[in-house]
């Protein structure tokens, strides 16, 4: 198991990898098609997306919270039916 001081880090390079698979297989086959050599293209572009991805989100990810958590309302207590 993965000590819990690293969850930032570990949180970071799993969506950085599943973003960056997709993305790259998605802009590779909108730029060359479905080619004999598409998954070893896809697989290289993958590897460079993900190089570049992974810092990225462990810098930008805690700001990213940040600003998601000033733009949420916080929500008022519900009162119960029947209560004055």
Same mark, same amino acid.
């Not at 969506?15 to 070893?40: E, H, N, P, Q």
């Given at each position: &198991?993965? =000590?819990?001081?690293?969850? =930032?880090?570990?949180?970071?390079a799993t *969506?950085?990898? &599943? &973003?960056?698979?997709?993305?790259? +297989?998605?802009?590779?086959?909108r730029a060359l098609? *479905?080619?004999?050599?598409f &998954?070893s293209?896809?697989?290289?572009?993958?590897?460079?997306?993900?190089?570049?991805?992974?810092?990225?989100?462990?810098?930008? @990810?805690? *700001?990213a %919270?940040? *600003?998601?958590?000033? @733009?949420? @309302?916080?929500?008022?207590?519900? %009162?119960?039916? +029947?209560t004055a």
């Amino acid at each position: &198991m993965i =000590p819990k001081r690293f969850e =930032p880090y570990a949180f970071s390079a799993t *969506l950085s990898c &599943m &973003m960056s698979f997709i993305i790259s +297989g998605v802009s590779t086959y909108r730029a060359l098609g *479905l080619i004999d050599s598409f &998954m070893s293209i896809w697989i290289a572009n993958w590897l460079t997306s993900w190089a570049i991805a992974f810092p990225v989100v462990t810098v930008v @990810a805690p *700001l990213a %919270r940040r *600003l998601v958590s000033l @733009a949420i @309302a916080e929500e008022k207590p519900q %009162r119960s039916k +029947g209560t004055a």
